[in-house]
């Protein structure tokens, strides 16, 4: 049984910050890759960023230079700082979570969510 405890998230002016996170509970040996994606009013579910457990990161080329990526191993948790929100922005933002364990299994887990509203 594994938990994902989303926060952050809320409303902003365009122009503005907002960082989230992603805590990570459980009875799991090992998290791998951890990732940020958002699903914007009637489209799909998009990849925002990604990092791996040594630290090399990935971003959409829509938000490259604006967010980043970033992991506390310790602390089970990932985050992730955007900075100079657009409109365009909004969105609910989910975090995904690779998880390892001891008999070798793998399994992705979604948070729950938590809604980013950036406005004009």
């Known amino acids: 049984q594994v938990q994902l405890v989303e926060s952050g998230g809320g409303l902003v002016q365009a122009g503005g910050s907002l960082s989230l996170s992603c805590a990570a509970s459980?009875?799991?040996?090992?998290?791998?890759?951890m990732d940020w994606y958002r699903q914007a009013p009637g489209k799909q579910r998009e990849l925002v960023a990604s990092?791996?457990?040594?630290?090399?990161?990935n971003y959409a080329d829509s938000v490259k230079g604006r967010f980043t990526i970033s992991r506390d191993n310790a602390k089970n948790t990932v985050y992730l700082k955007m900075n100079t929100l657009k409109p365009e922005d909004t969105a609910v933002y989910y975090c995904?979570?690779?998880?390892?364990?001891?008999?070798?299994?793998?399994?992705?887990?979604w948070g729950q969510g938590t809604q980013v509203t950036v406005s004009s």
């Open positions: 995904n979570v690779n998880f390892g364990f001891r008999n070798g299994a793998t399994m992705a887990s």
């Open positions: 459980g009875a799991f040996f090992s998290i791998n890759d």
């Open positions: 990092i791996t457990r040594g630290g090399s990161t």
